[in-house]
């Protein structure tokens, strides 16, 4: 995943909007950032660092003296390549950041070469993705066009922003899959992955772009240049964990979203007649809006047994390493030993992958003295690898705790599949009591994807549920 953030400016400089916009997307990525800038006098200007194990601010705070007198610019949280690039070209020069994912990376590479074209920018020994969005784009005749030439040549995703001398151009990938949103205050224009990043700069949103959206931005407003597209297939795991909770999506509340989740599993436990535990706590922090939402629809108290240790772990840090990951994933965490002792406690968590940091989670529990341990994951199984996002770490299907388990009954991963999906089978149920036995939970629920499209809002046809049940509306 990634998140980019851009501002122009009227007269003021950019850069300090720049810098805290760009780090408010920070919780989108793990791997590099960076920025680029324009002025007048010095031209384009850009800096890159690797955050792996550090922090966006601590990397960049030292040099921004290098960006002053800039007045537009845009910034980068990537997990994927160095980013951004500045090219020169038969359009100008011109700097670029994209949230992308390409699945055709290679055949699109052996065709540039194939034309004589060239790339410059390797990541880990490869070529940059960035790099190739760009040639591509330096194909068309106008950045618009070579934009739409990208958009016919790629297969995934891609959502970006271009900084030129005269403003900046973002686009929103051909499916709406990333949002992109431009906010607004006075003498100044922003735009970004993320709506978390206006408030403390003082933007308020004001406006969405649609799927397939081309809009270039200037200190004095913006100007479609492309009209959005009718079809959409916008992620519905943003709502579900990757979003910061503040953050807005088709004028879709994160937060509110979380709680409904909630609310929906803990009114099925309330109308189910089981007993109800002593208190819902949430995997911090994600879970949490699921497990206040929870609090209220099965009405019994919201704490907090098991918290997360902020002045050192703000964020969580992804190593590249599975072993390292797990150790992030414990260290990270603290128990309530007074909150959980002799008590029956269910806990919210955004989903469950390959279950590696669950386990954990729930032995720390039973150490420090749960009596119970029952968990309500806020999505639905997840039994499709993500083509379209890099969501997760996972590098196969088979990664994926529920493939494992039904190569286990079917003899390969990828047999009756529907099957497992469907929360009314047996299949399904099956798998759903074998993950529970795995991590020794008391009781274990996932929601469906029927109650995720009513808390989201949107149509289904309009909302990407292809990691839980396989759908693709659109290719």
Known sequence: MGGFFGSITKHQSCVSDLFYGTDYNSHLGTKRAGMATYSREKGMTRSIHNIEGA??????????????????????????????????????????????????????????LAKNHHFTELSSGKTNQTELIATLICEGKTIEDGVRNMFDKLKGSCSLLILTEDGIYAVRDRLGRTPVIIGKKEGAYSVTSETNAFPNLGYEIDYYLGPDEIVKITADGYEQLQRPGDKMQVCSFFWVYFGFPCCDYEGINVDIVRNALGEALGKADAESGEEAADFVCGIPDSGIGHAIGYAIGRG?????????????????????????????AKMKLLPNRQMLEGKRVVFLDDSIVRGTQLRGNVEMMYKYGAKEVHMRIAC?????GCRFLNFSATQSDLELITRSLIEKYEGRHDKNLEEYVDPTSAKHARMVDDIRKHFNLTSLKFNTVDNLIKAIGLPKEKVCTHCFDGSSYFK
Do not use: C
Request: zero cysteines.
């Open 380 to 384: 639905p199984p997840l039994v499709y």
């Open 300 to 328: 019994i108290p919201y704490k907090r047994g098991i918290l997360k240790y902020t002045p050192t772990w703000p964020r969580s840090f992804m190593p590249a390493n599975q072993s390292a990951r797990n150790l992030v």
């Open 55 to 112: 922090y966006f601010r601590t990397k960049f705070e030292g040099g921004l003296s290098k960006f002053e007198g800039a007045t537009s610019g845009i910034g980068v949280i990537s997990d994927t390549d160095a980013q951004p690039i500045i090219v020169n070209s038969h359009l100008g020069r011109f700097a670029i950041v994209t949230v992308a994912r390409l699945d055709n990376m290679e055949e699109l590479e052996q065709e540039m």
